[in-house]
């Protein structure tokens, strides 16, 4: 690693840990088997981290060298986005060998290596398991073409016989969701079935071998010392075998491919093998389901640990909606004894700082618009508000890599540079999401940013001008950056038994101001109105996002309190 970087992320890391009392800032013993209701979880997306070879990729290498950055952070455990073998159809979602990692990102020896180098600091490494489809060029897939209409190689996919498209399910990236052979002889073959690209085949869940092929990926990788596992599209895996046609809005459980029943049982077996490996390895469903009530279902106490809350971040920027929200979310997990996540962004959609700066605030699913007009500034002033805010909530939190820096999304992505299946597969007029992808900045000098080397190749994706002020190097040096407020943020949640464990109780407050206590004596207020608030009297201010104005809190701020 360049030498000026490491005496920065070395210096980070002291400078960090002297933001709060200067203690120690590692994260709580890795033996506490709870870790995860109320673990913070930061999310690296591998290739986009930092580049450890000079290729422009990032790497495991690079991610390696910057672990004493994240323990300065004071997160938890990581979770990493696929690393395995796969020709990055869609960004590694498209895998061809699940215990091989993808020689740009390293080895499986640098992968344990990773593992047991973050244990060391009191982090835990989550990976990213794709269950729902594989890659085309994954061993399967290619034995499953070669050997032809009827064999038992295809059963492991779903290969129709069909005159036209089979049906007219609508992939969640827009689109068919068939794609026709070829036989050998050149005629027109079977039919199969990708809810993602056609790069992306489903495998077939009702087939022994997936059923147990997935769970031998998920022991190979628990005997390897991961904390837990992120399950990609989990609500997919199971699909009507009619393959009958979506009819308006099915009634719950009676979708032909989303939330079906029967998938419950597939994570009750996921759960035995996580529950028969010492250390309380951990299972995250990514979970997209509008009906809140079977979303905590897949979090009874026999199946998966936690799950994505995406309603957060479906919801406009406003008092009302981020109550409601709150309170939806606290009421439906408490009856399943399940901790709630939260969740501002990850690598598929608007980042926090762009997406609460625009007029519509709310996230919808990979429909982002190119040229939607935004308010940077009073993006990252909400930003930091929302961040306190879901710091202090009780569950487990996301941070999504970049988030800490508060980096805006990138939105004039060369037409040429563009990766993202989402944007061709939108014909193109759709940005796709490489507009959070952007490798971090490390350094407020180099080519890149420090993302690798100096000189070494241009980050995959082009960084913009004007990032050195966002850059790590430069936020350490400033006590008000967003890397100082997260830092001393996470701090705080640690050593606070309140934030960590404490009860939920809503405070009364004005309109448009959000105001709850955890536990005995922490307060945190959000305000959301135009006006500012004034601070409860005998209170003591932990921390705020954004200066108090005369002692109140401004709009787009978030305060956290103690009882003096
Ligand atoms: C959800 C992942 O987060 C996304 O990046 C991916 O494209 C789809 N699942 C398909 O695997």
Redesign the pocket.
Known sequence: MDQNLLAAVEGGHDKLASLSSGENVLSPSTEDPLWWRHAVIYQVYVRSFADGNGDGTGDIAGLRSRLPYLAALGIDAIWITPWYASPLA??G?DVSDYRAIHPDFGTIEEAELLIAEGLELGIRTIIDV?P??LSDQHAWFKEALAAGPGSPERERFWFVDSEDIPNHWVS?FDGETWTQTTNEDGTPGQWYLHL?TPE?PDVNWNHPDVRKEYEDVLKFWFDRGVGGVRI??AALLIKDPELSEVVGEPAAGEHPWQDRDELHEVYASWRAIADSYPGARALVG?LWLPDVERFVQYMRPNELHTAFNFDFMSRQWSAQQVRESIDMTLNAHEPVGAPSTWVLS???VTRPVTRLGREDSTFSFLTKEFNTPTDLELGTRRSRAAALLTAALPGSLYIYQGDELGLPEVENIPRNKIDDPMHFKSGGTKPG?DGCRVPLPWTREGSSYGFGEDGASSAWLPQPHGWANLSVEAQLEDDNSMLALYTRAIKIRHESADLREGGFTWLTSEPGVVAFRRGESLTCITNFADQPVRLPDGARVLLVSDELVDGELPQDATAWLAAK
């Open positions: 869609d960004g979602y794709v729902n489809h969640p993602f992306q990609d599209s990514e990850n690598h598929d999401r």
